[in-house]
């Protein structure tokens, strides 16, 4: 199976700060890999997908980016809304698998 | 809108099974592929199988092989899951989810609401 590994599990920000999650897969998966936010006690919602499209209807300040086996998503410009865990899934190799999530807290 | 409605929480004792439903709306049904996903407590997102919503046609991971069961009805835009031989383990929010169309892309969007199942004697 591929692994998936996020960095970090826990980042603490404050509002208008630039974050950045990373995953990292265990193999290529080139640019098959997708995004998601989730908030507490609701289903995960789409953010990204082919690494770097944003889903339409999700804030520019989301971004995307790497292929291969280094993927990074990056919130521009963080706003209350945003803080949530994020978790990647590859979506080249069966089984499917996501990262172990990354949690973005005040 | 597109939009996936899940059936109710549920209680179960270990060694029975659990079928939940997952009735879609808003896009040609037989189009996609429907997955199920779970999340036990606290823990992080789990790919358990699809159903092609079209030909019927399944695919689980090898984690559920034998106790794993997802299946369809295209006139009740409706996929469901069975899962058998409940453990503690079991414990968790599932999920369906919508697969993007086409055949190179398994991102998933939208999600149902999630069932809660506790296996619990």
């Known amino acids: 199976d591929i692994q998936m590994t996020q960095s970090p599990s826990t980042l603490s920000a404050s509002v208008g700060d630039r974050v950045t999650i990373t995953c990292r897969a265990s193999q290529n998966i080139d640019n098959l890999l997708a995004w998601y936010q989730q908030r507490p006690g609701k289903a995960p919602d789409l953010l990204i997908y082919r690494a770097t499209t944003l889903k339409s209807g999700v804030p520019s300040r989301f971004s995307g980016g790497g292929s291969g086996t280094d993927f990074t998503l990056t919130i521009s410009s963080l706003q209350p809304d945003d803080f949530a865990t994020y978790y990647c899934?590859?979506?080249?190799?069966?089984?499917?698998?996501f990262g172990g999530g990354t949690k973005v807290e005040i | 809108q597109v939009q996936l409605v899940q059936s109710g929480a549920e209680v179960k004792k270990p060694g029975a099974s659990v079928k939940l439903s997952c009735k879609a709306s808003g896009f040609t049904y037989t189009s996609h592929a429907m997955h199920w996903l779970r999340q036990a407590p606290g823990q992080g997102l789990e790919w358990m199988g699809w159903v092609d919503a079209g030909n019927g046609n399944t695919r689980y991971s090898q984690k559920f092989q034998g106790r794993l069961t997802i299946t369809r009805d295209t006139s009740a835009m409706t996929a469901y899951m069975e899962l058998g031989s409940l453990t503690s383990e079991d414990t968790a929010v599932y999920y369906c989810?919508?697969?993007?169309?086409?055949?190179?892309?398994?991102?998933?969007?939208?999600w149902g609401q999630g069932t809660l199942v506790t296996v619990s004697s």
């Open positions: 989810a919508r697969e993007s169309a086409g055949n190179i892309d398994k991102w998933f969007d939208p």
């Open positions: 899934e590859q979506y080249d190799i069966y089984p499917l698998t």
